[in-house]
């Protein structure tokens, strides 16, 4: 392969992986998903070497964490505010809804919403009921974290395959 087709695919590359990342503050589409086809790529284009499908696997796995790292840290912290396992099951069952028809915004303000709903219908008080929501956004600040460390991480793994 010619060297300035391999700098250009180098490039552009980094350029979808960084976008990939933007996209993880500004929940418009999947970052790590984003990150995780822009390895692939490079991978499959460039030719994967024995320690790019090491380190190509490492990234596979930081991206199946940190897609799971929403729910599970949001359930998480919901319950330990005092959120009801249904309640959660039934809330993580209408952000998917919504983010299907709406977008990823619209579940992700649909989850907070119907999960203040769902509680305050189980008999909680609106300041437990809030309580609980709060519990929930704590959860979601931490997997933010949780998935943009994961999202430099499989950038900086990918460096290594270069």
Not at 23 to 41: K, R, T
Not at 43 to 63: E, H, N, Q, R, Y
């Amino acid at each position: 392969m010619p060297a300035w087709l391999e700098t250009s695919i180098t490039v552009i590359t980094g350029i979808v992986m960084f976008f990939g990342l933007i996209g993880l503050i500004v929940p418009i589409f999947p970052g790590l998903v984003i990150i995780w086809l822009a390895a692939l790529g490079f991978g499959l284009i460039s030719g994967f070497t024995t320690g790019g499908w090491v380190l190509f696997s490492i990234i596979t796995l930081l991206a199946v964490v940190g897609s799971l790292a929403d729910n599970v840290l949001m359930g998480a912290k919901a319950l330990e505010y005092g959120a009801s396992k249904r309640s959660i099951f039934l809330t993580l069952l209408i952000a998917i809804g919504v983010s299907l028809f709406l977008s990823p915004i619209g579940g992700l303000l649909s989850a907070p919403i119907s999960l203040y709903l769902l509680e305050k219908n189980n008999g909680h008080t609106q300041e437990e009921a809030w309580a609980i929501t709060r519990g929930l956004m704590t959860g979601w600040g931490w997997a933010f974290v949780v998935r943009f460390g994961l999202g430099i991480v499989m950038i900086v793994l990918w460096l290594f395959t270069i």
